[in-house]
């Protein structure tokens, strides 16, 4: 498959099944994918590999472990557009076990990304869901995770509401 033909032309649900499907389990098809969405300089391109990136990850978890550090990267990049946080932030949330070494960066990022009320809906919500599963170790966050979410839970869309209520529930 060429890949960057494939995100170069159409972009729809069916195109990232099908990358996701052609890199199975293959690290290096998974790497390919991983390096346009690295490097590649027109946005869009980005944007398009950042779905069934995290389709793919979300597969097959070990594909994506050795790119964390250029995930958080990316993840904080000033240039990202929103598609490109919200599919990252749908890795890390789909992820059973986040590294250590990242937790204290991935969760500045996500209280950051919670109270930006410009971010995108989904993006707040896989970060509450990051939160949330960091609370466990991190115990002395509930606190600030309960605080944000009550303060943006009234006027909140569902999906914020949905993981909120969860968040308001176990603590």
């Not at 994506?64 to 990316?74: D, F, P, S, T």
């Amino acid at each position: 498959m060429n890949l960057l033909s494939v995100l170069q032309n159409t972009y729809s649900r069916k195109q990232a099944s099908g990358i996701v499907s052609w890199i199975g389990d293959n690290q290096k098809r998974f790497d390919q994918l991983f390096t346009i969405f690295l490097t590649h300089t027109d946005p869009k391109i980005v944007q398009r590999a950042a779905w069934p990136l995290s389709y793919a990850a979300a597969a097959r978890p070990e594909l994506i472990q050795k790119h964390y550090n250029e995930l958080i990267q990316q993840l904080n990049a000033d240039s990202q557009p929103p598609a490109v946080r919200r599919n990252i932030l749908r890795i890390f949330d789909n992820i059973k076990e986040i590294p250590e070494s990242i937790h204290g960066v991935l969760m500045d990022s996500c209280f950051s990304y919670i109270a930006d009320p410009d971010e995108a809906i989904a993006s707040r919500a896989f970060a509450l869901g990051i939160l949330d599963k960091l609370s466990v170790l991190y115990p002395e966050i509930i606190p600030e995770l309960k605080t944000t979410v009550e303060v943006h839970f009234t006027n909140a869309p569902p999906a914020f509401r949905s993981r909120g209520r969860k968040i308001l529930v176990k603590s």
